[in-house]
Every structure is written in structure tokens, then in C-alpha cells.
């Protein structure tokens, strides 16, 4: 059974249904709890009534600085959404560690951008190094992967679509809220990974909503993939692609065949005329809900709550 995991200023907790016990660690970032297991197990046996949850600031449970990267369309529901057909090559992006924030912190939309999007993303925390050459099999993951938590790769689609930029329209501070919880698994947990569902709404309306059987490249090859040229290690963090249902999605055929043939400034004036018609883009008073969890609740990632603001204007 996976063990959750909160943080707060005053250090870490475990959560024990509507509470929550501190871990007693001397333990500063995730991958020195991670290395410190034996006081989360003793956490988790504790007598003590514990403090509610509700009660409790949350940051972030994966610290920084540390290694976010992110599997680029990993659902199939995304990549119809995306206008791919066939093969679609495995591809990863990194973002900013600065990008990462607390599982109720506001998302801030910098004043330059128009078109703001949600991308509600598996999180893996790695537990031990992942060398280059390294080969994971499905067998191996627990060896790897010490937890999930739940992350939301928020985008500025007007960066990325006209730069052809990921890493800046994905790495504004608060672009990549995380937690509340970091779910510590065993390894038999792992046999459930493909039953997790990833559910995203805004202001109570539905948006995503599907489980890890949608995924093309699953984990274990995932982090393969990733160590042909990338090492990562313990409290780093791998977002494993979000499916279908972001507020962006590819023109349909025709539209998209006439906009090849018309100069760029041109083709992306009216794109963004048309996007702006969109409804599903985040705006300031939005709040963005996501949960990640199986079922029988075997393995509950929490629910990350976070309000839209808009970045406060300079006055100069």
C-alpha cells in the first residue's frame, strides 16, 4: 500500500486519512526523504492523533532544484487532439525547476500571454540514479521510481506555437504546480500504474479525464529512452505526457493545408484571431482541479486546487 507524503515549512508528514503525523527526518529535499524510509514507515505506525490536513500550508513535495522533464504527446487522445496520425517518435523537453509550485498556489499568467493552458501530467519521482545506458524493464521500475505525485504542465501556447519554443512557455514561475501529495509506493503498487485515472476540470467543468491505458510510451520505456542521453537522479522529476482535452487542439485539414501556404505572420495572425474564440483557455479567477487516482483508491494522489491570476502589472 502507497504511503502519502505532504510537505510544509515546518518539514514533512504523513497522511493518515483527513490527518497527518510529521515524519521525524532531519531530511531538507525529497531525495533525502526518499532515503530516509524507515521514518516514514515509523510515521505511518505512530499513535499520535496527528494534525487535519486542511489545517496545513502545502508546498511543493518534490524540492528544488532538480531535473523537470516531460514526455511530449504520450496519450493517444492528445496526439488526435494534436492533429498526429501514425507513429508518433518518443520525444522529451525540459523545463525549469523555478517553474515548480505548491499544489495550491496560483498559476500566474505573465502579462504577454494570451493563451494559457492546462495539462494535467503523471509526475514520477526517481528514488535512485538513473545512469546513461541505463535499460529499465517493467520488472525493474520500483527499483527507479520511488513515487508519483500529481503535476500540471501549464503552457503559454502563443510562446510555444510561435517560437516553437518549449522550454520558455513551459518554465514561467508556477508554470508546473505539484502535489499535494507524494504517494511513497511499494513495489507491488506498481502493478497499477495503467489503472490510475487522470482527471482535470476548471471551475467544475470537466476538461480530462482518462487513464494510463491511453499512454503510448509507459514508464519503464520511458526512462530507457531517457538515459540513451540523460541522467537523472534521486528527487528528480519525469512528467509522462497528459491526455486529450487541453484547451488547444489542431485546426482541421483543410484549414490547416490553406494555412501552410500562407506567410508566417499571416498564418499565425489568423490562428490566434480564431483561438481567441476559444472559451477553454485559462483566465484570472479560474481554478484548476486535478486528481490522479485508481479506482479502489489504492493509490490516491490527493486533489491539487489551484486559482488563475494574472502577473501584476509593472506601474513605470
Excluded at 522529451?92 to 509550485?101: D, L
Excluded at 485539414?253 to 489568423?270: C, D, N, Q, R
Aim: aromatic residues 6%; charged residues 20%; hydrophobic residues 40%.
Amino acid at each position: 500500500m502507497s504511503t502519502n507524503v505532504l510537505r510544509t515549512a515546518d518539514g514533512w508528514w504523513v497522511v493518515r486519512g483527513e490527518r497527518a503525523v510529521p515524519v521525524g527526518t532531519e531530511a531538507a529535499t525529497t531525495a533525502e526523504l526518499i532515503a530516509d524510509r524507515a521514518a516514514v514507515r515509523e510515521a505511518a505506525l505512530s499513535a499520535e492523533p496527528g494534525t487535519p490536513v486542511a489545517a496545513l500550508t502545502l508546498l511543493s513535495p518534490v524540492t528544488t532544484p532538480c531535473r523537470v522533464v516531460a514526455q511530449m504527446v504520450n496519450y493517444r487522445s492528445h496526439a488526435r487532439d494534436s492533429g498526429f496520425t501514425g507513429d508518433i517518435p518518443p520525444a522529451f523537453f525540459r523545463k525549469a525547476s523555478g517553474s515548480v509550485s505548491g499544489p495550491g498556489d496560483a498559476v500566474i499568467r505573465p502579462s504577454h500571454v494570451r493563451f494559457l493552458d492546462y495539462e494535467v501530467e503523471l509526475g514520477l519521482v526517481m528514488g535512485a540514479s538513473l545512469p546513461v545506458g541505463t535499460v529499465v524493464e517493467e520488472r525493474d521500475l520500483a527499483s527507479y521510481v520511488a513515487g508519483l505525485v500529481i503535476t500540471d504542465d501549464v503552457s503559454a501556447r502563443d510562446v510555444q506555437l510561435t517560437k516553437t519554443q518549449f522550454y520558455e512557455s513551459k518554465s514561467y514561475p508556477t508554470f508546473t504546480p505539484t502535489g499535494p501529495y507524494l504517494a511513497l509506493l511499494e513495489p507491488a503498487d506498481f502493478d497499477r500504474l495503467p489503472d490510475l485515472r487522470l482527471k482535470l476540470s476548471v471551475n467544475g467543468e470537466p476538461r480530462q479525464d482518462r487513464t494510463l491505458a491511453d499512454m503510448i510510451v509507459r514508464p519503464a520505456q520511458a526512462l530507457t529512452l531517457l538515459a540513451r542521453f540523460q541522467t537523472l537522479d534521486p528527487g528528480d522529476l519525469l512528467l509522462t505526457g497528459t491526455p486529450g482535452g487541453t484547451a488547444l487542439k489542431a485546426p482541421p485539414k483543410p484549414v490547416e493545408k490553406i494555412g501552410a501556404l500562407l506567410p508566417p505572420t499571416v498564418k499565425w495572425k489568423a490562428f490566434f484571431t480564431s483561438q481567441a474564440k476559444n472559451p477553454h483557455y485559462l483566465h484570472a479567477g479560474d481554478v484548476i482541479t486535478a486528481t490522479i487516482a485508481t479506482p479502489d483508491g489504492r493509490i490516491d494522489l490527493g486533489e491539487q486546487r489551484t486559482p488563475v491570476t494574472d502577473a501584476q502589472q509593472d506601474p513605470r
